[in-house]
């Protein structure tokens, strides 16, 4: 993450020019697969699609545990971080460089105004649709307090915002062409929503505030639920052991890995 956020820093331009050889990519890539295998969105499901969702259960929770650790440079190849990163990236509708730059806030900010992911004083359903737009928030205050925040900057971060949600739904757009109108239903929405639900409950409920206004954060790993999801998840509920040591894949092995 580091390496990212020192681009975000040093260059103005730096998310511009990283949109746009997403959404040009993207572009082509769409075109490309509609020239070979055209474009329909005749749906024909049937009660046999919902055999998928076990499926779509395993995907929604395991890609993004891979991009959480691409995020964090956590694979022992920073090509293979980056591969994959951007890949699993692309099942979140989202680049994995404005990944890396929201999570680095998040860990450097928690909990504070300043944290893309802040919980405190929302219920779950606030939060969850409220965090997916305080971030662009967030880190447009950063890209100002880096590069000024004077009308040419203003323009250069509204183009930014217009060609991440542009990139949303390029994304979503190349997803129903891979996959057809049938598959992108059954299998793709339903593991999009899982993992939009479980990682917004993972930053909600790990970051608890005590009536004194305190906040603590915390592992979850003491229902049947947590523990089925920390098992599939690589221990996604482990958040305070994840902050104490963000470079561990699996966080529920902290305690050995001191040991060891």
Known sequence: M??????????????????????LGLCLLSWAIIQVYGFSIEINLSWQHLALIPFAALIGIQVPVLMHNCMHGNLK???ANIICGELSGFFALMSL????????????????????????NKSFVVFFFVSQLTGVGIVQDKYFEYHGKDFKHQAI??????????????RLFVWLLILGPNMFIALYLPAFVIYSLAFAHVNYITHHTDKTGNVEILNKNDNLYYKVV??????VYFHKNHHLAPRLINPMHLEQKRRA
């Open 2 to 23: 580091k390496r990212t956020w020192a681009k975000f820093r040093l260059d103005e331009y730096f998310l511009t020019k990283y949109f746009v050889a997403h959404t």
């Open 77 to 79: 190849s920073p090509t």
């Open 230 to 235: 920390n098992f599939i998840g690589s221990g």
């Open 97 to 120: 460089g404005i990944l890396r730059i929201n999570h680095t806030l998040h860990h450097a900010f928690s909990d504070t105004d300043r944290d893309p992911h802040d919980p405190s």
């Open 157 to 170: 971060f509204k183009l930014n915002i217009a060609l991440h949600y542009v990139g949303h739904l390029l």
